[in-house]
């Protein structure tokens, strides 16, 4: 148990950092800011062969070297904490397929909402409020001081870096959508005409480019790409450096570059079908990173050129680590049965709901509420399911989210639902780690899911079970470079996949450089992708309101003139189950901040 003296001293401390006075807020001095997230980019994969400009960022001014990405180690709920620095238990981002009730309409039909969509995300905003994440961004409150503020990239984490965005065209808004005619949306989020006009003066297409051979996952007899996606980011990243820039260099802007490559290209790609090696670090997965790399490269020569690098600093981030996809299990029921597009004796996609469909002794039918019929050769189209005599009113949901899978417990007897789906998990070698909402437990084998931040003022429901599947490390120099995981979605044994409670998802990419961060400053002390918001809104003298209490810290050792700051780090383990079965969770601590490295136990996660 931790001392009062030791809390007080992180608290003193961390009050000291919070202390620093930030720039001069005139107009003419105040700075910019860029933030550039690599979606998937591992830490530990950053060095100066394989991503020479990122790796000079963390060289020449912080490498964060103690990073997280929040849990579920998923896209959209760490863009909703870089967006609004605040955890998933306050933005109700809590994974990449969401249950929130009733569907939420037309074209998002089924009970489970995929996040990484427009059109999802506009009406997610519409059943909550006008803004489903219930705080106020980081774009959000530079706009409302002067700032012009833009978001560019991929479609979803940009939508939610700026939600308001989508409706009110109060913000730029540049992702994949940008220009095309489809699905109800002429423009994508409506743009200001300056902003047409600069990308037409730069010579650019007035829409974005599609992945093209880049967006093909294969499938189970056929590998994946072997192309990074470099015409897509191409585009996007001479939107910012040939249109964006040029137009907002006198005055004061925020820009958020969100980077789809490394991420896009190690979920689908080619290298490994079938095996685990080389999994995510083939010549695909490096050639992406090259890519992002090379962009963040462009960018900054960007601003030194048009004179914008010592007044401008740079975040970088990524959402997220990685891993690569393991389908294989003994204990599953899923991984007996024959499916038409499985390879025989591995997992198959959504199974999960079909272990817990038998387990439970209720009907299966898809999110969407058509029956699965698994005697045809049919699993759970898209993973997502529905458990229960009324698809419409089903017992339990489950949403996939590859590495972790969240239940919603929506109807019937809920607390002993939670106990014997607990139970189940208990006994199946693919899981890692559970927790249990708070308010059916404490239920022995689980932690609560307040011990990870999942509790706190969000809008949407939070999730009732919450499961991180098994993971460990191949043989390798950098354990956490190579993660391997059990996952639950519709890609391939041998591609890419993050989302579990492991070391190799969570140890994400950070660093940043410009004038209010040191030079060739190691940072030791944990930080994590909810810090980014405070950080820079200190620095340039914002103020970001807050409803919630999850909120980040300042990075204050991190700044020109900041003082250390003191952390510890200890774990906790939950009652054990009848059958011996813990989950375990690593925490460290700074500045009165939760950080958690890994959850689960020896030989079932990586990182213990």
């Given at each position: 148990?931790?001392?009062?003296?030791?809390?007080?001293?992180?608290?003193?401390?961390?009050?000291?950092?919070l202390?620093?006075?930030?720039?001069?807020?005139?107009?003419?001095?105040?700075?910019?800011?860029?933030?550039?997230?690599?979606?998937?980019?591992?830490?530990?994969?950053?060095?100066?062969?394989?991503?020479?400009?990122?790796?000079?960022?963390?060289?020449?001014?912080?490498?964060?070297?103690?990073?997280?990405?929040?849990?579920?180690?998923?896209?959209?709920?760490?863009?909703?904490a870089?967006?609004?620095?605040?955890?998933?238990?306050?933005?109700?981002?809590?994974?990449?397929?969401l249950?929130?009730?009733?569907?939420?309409?037309?074209?998002?039909?089924?009970?489970v909402?995929?996040v990484?969509?427009?059109?999802?995300?506009?009406?997610?905003?519409?059943?909550?409020?006008?803004?489903?994440?219930?705080?106020?961004?980081?774009?959000?409150?530079?706009?409302?001081?002067?700032?012009?503020?833009?978001?560019?990239?991929?479609?979803?984490?940009?939508?939610?870096?700026?939600?308001?965005?989508?409706?009110t065209?109060?913000?730029?808004?540049?992702?994949?959508?940008?220009?095309?005619?489809?699905?109800?949306?002429?423009?994508?989020?409506?743009?200001p005409a300056?902003v047409?006009?600069?990308?037409?003066?730069?010579?650019?297409?007035?829409?974005?480019?599609?992945?093209?051979?880049?967006?093909?996952?294969?499938?189970?007899n056929?590998?994946?790409?072997?192309?990074?996606n470099?015409?897509q980011?191409?585009?996007?990243?001479?939107?910012?450096?040939?249109?964006?820039?040029?137009s907002?260099?006198?005055?004061?802007?925020?820009?958020?570059?969100?980077?789809?490559?490394?991420?896009?290209?190690?979920?689908?790609q080619?290298d490994?079908?079938?095996?685990l090696?080389?999994?995510?670090?083939?010549?695909?997965?490096l050639?992406?990173?090259?890519?992002?790399?090379?962009?963040?490269?462009?960018?900054?020569?960007?601003l030194?050129?048009?004179?914008l690098?010592?007044?401008?600093?740079?975040?970088?981030?990524?959402?997220?680590?990685?891993?690569?996809?393991?389908?294989?299990?003994?204990?599953?029921?899923?991984?007996?049965?024959?499916?038409?597009d499985?390879?025989?004796?591995?997992?198959?996609?959504?199974?999960?709901?079909?272990?817990?469909?038998?387990?439970?002794?209720?009907?299966?039918?898809d999110?969407?509420?058509?029956?699965?019929?698994?005697?045809?050769?049919?699993?759970?189209?898209?993973?997502?399911?529905?458990?229960?005599?009324?698809?419409?009113?089903?017992?339990?949901?489950?949403?996939?989210?590859?590495?972790?899978?969240?239940?919603?417990?929506?109807?019937?007897?809920?607390?002993?639902?939670?106990?014997?789906i607990?139970?189940?998990?208990?006994?199946q070698?693919?899981?890692?780690?559970?927790?249990?909402?708070?308010?059916?437990?404490?239920?022995?084998?689980?932690?609560?899911?307040?011990?990870?931040g999942?509790?706190?003022?969000?809008?949407?429901?939070?999730?009732?079970?919450?499961?991180?599947?098994?993971?460990?490390?191949?043989?390798?120099?950098?354990?956490?470079t190579?993660?391997?995981?059990?996952?639950?979605?519709d890609?391939?044994q041998?591609?890419?996949?993050?989302?579990?409670?492991?070391?190799?998802?969570?140890?994400?990419?950070?660093?940043?450089?410009?004038?209010?961060f040191?030079k060739?400053?190691?940072?030791e002390?944990?930080?994590s992708?909810?810090?980014?918001a405070?950080?820079?809104?200190?620095?340039i003298?914002l103020?970001?309101?807050?409803?919630?209490?999850?909120?980040?810290r300042?990075?204050?050792?991190?700044?020109?003139?900041?003082?250390?700051?003191d952390?510890?780090a200890h774990?906790?383990?939950?009652?054990?189950?009848?059958?011996?079965?813990?989950?375990?969770?690593?925490?460290?601590?700074a500045g009165?901040?939760?950080?958690?490295?890994?959850?689960?136990?020896?030989?079932?996660?990586?990182?213990?």
């Amino acid at each position: 148990m931790r001392s009062f003296s030791r809390l007080a001293a992180v608290i003193v401390t961390a009050a000291a950092c919070l202390a620093l006075a930030a720039p001069a807020a005139d107009a003419a001095g105040r700075r910019n800011v860029v933030i550039f997230v690599a979606d998937g980019l591992r830490s530990g994969i950053v060095t100066d062969e394989t991503a020479p400009e990122l790796a000079a960022v963390r060289r020449d001014g912080v490498d964060f070297a103690n990073s997280h990405s929040l849990y579920p180690t998923v896209t959209t709920p760490n863009a909703s904490a870089i967006a609004t620095g605040h955890g998933l238990g306050d933005t109700g981002d809590f994974s990449n397929q969401l249950y929130v009730g009733d569907a939420l309409g037309m074209p998002v039909s089924a009970l489970v909402t995929p996040v990484e969509d427009d059109a999802a995300i506009r009406l997610l905003n519409q059943r909550f409020g006008g803004n489903y994440l219930n705080e106020t961004s980081f774009l959000a409150a530079a706009r409302a001081a002067g700032y012009r503020t833009a978001v560019v990239g991929k479609l979803g984490p940009a939508a939610v870096q700026d939600v308001t965005a989508l409706s009110t065209g109060s913000g730029i808004l540049i992702d994949d959508n940008t220009g095309w005619p489809d699905q109800g949306f002429p423009d994508g989020a409506p743009l200001p005409a300056d902003v047409k006009a600069a990308i037409k003066a730069a010579g650019l297409p007035a829409m974005a480019p599609d992945r093209g051979l880049n967006s093909d996952p294969g499938a189970y007899n056929m590998p994946g790409v072997q192309v990074a996606n470099t015409v897509q980011q191409d585009w996007f990243t001479a939107v910012v450096t040939k249109a964006l820039l040029p137009s907002f260099k006198d005055q004061p802007f925020v820009i958020v570059v969100w980077s789809r490559d490394p991420d896009g290209t190690q979920h689908n790609q080619g290298d490994s079908l079938g095996s685990l090696t080389p999994g995510i670090n083939g010549p695909t997965t490096l050639a992406a990173i090259r890519n992002a790399s090379a962009d963040l490269g462009r960018i900054r020569a960007a601003l030194h050129d048009l004179g914008l690098e010592d007044n401008t600093d740079v975040f970088v981030t990524a959402d997220h680590g990685f891993s690569t996809i393991s389908r294989q299990s003994q204990s599953s029921a899923a991984a007996k049965m024959s499916f038409r597009d499985t390879t025989p004796g591995f997992l198959p996609p959504g199974f999960l709901a079909i272990d817990l469909s038998k387990a439970l002794k209720l009907p299966l039918a898809d999110a969407n509420g058509l029956p699965v019929e698994l005697a045809d050769g049919f699993h759970p189209k898209r993973s997502s399911a529905v458990l229960g005599a009324d698809p419409d009113h089903p017992e339990v949901v489950i949403a996939v989210n590859g590495g972790s899978d969240l239940i919603y417990l929506p109807a019937g007897d809920r607390a002993a639902n939670a106990r014997r789906i607990v139970e189940f998990l208990t006994t199946q070698d693919y899981t890692g780690a559970i927790f249990v909402s708070d308010a059916l437990g404490p239920v022995p084998g689980a932690l609560p899911t307040s011990a990870v931040g999942l509790k706190g003022s969000a809008l949407t429901p939070a999730p009732d079970v919450v499961v991180s599947f098994r993971s460990w490390a191949q043989d390798c120099a950098k354990p956490d470079t190579c993660g391997v995981e059990v996952a639950d979605n519709d890609l391939q044994q041998g591609q890419g996949i993050h989302g579990a409670f492991s070391r190799a998802d969570t140890h994400n990419f950070m660093a940043a450089i410009g004038p209010d961060f040191q030079k060739g400053f190691r940072d030791e002390a944990p930080i994590s992708n909810a810090d980014i918001a405070p950080t820079l809104a200190h620095v340039i003298g914002l103020d970001m309101p807050a409803r919630g209490q999850l909120t980040g810290r300042v990075i204050g050792e991190a700044l020109v003139g900041g003082a250390p700051v003191d952390h510890a780090a200890h774990e906790e383990h939950s009652e054990p189950a009848a059958n011996g079965f813990v989950t375990a969770l690593k925490v460290q601590e700074a500045g009165g901040r939760r950080y958690y490295d890994a959850a689960g136990g020896p030989g079932r996660t990586l990182g213990f």
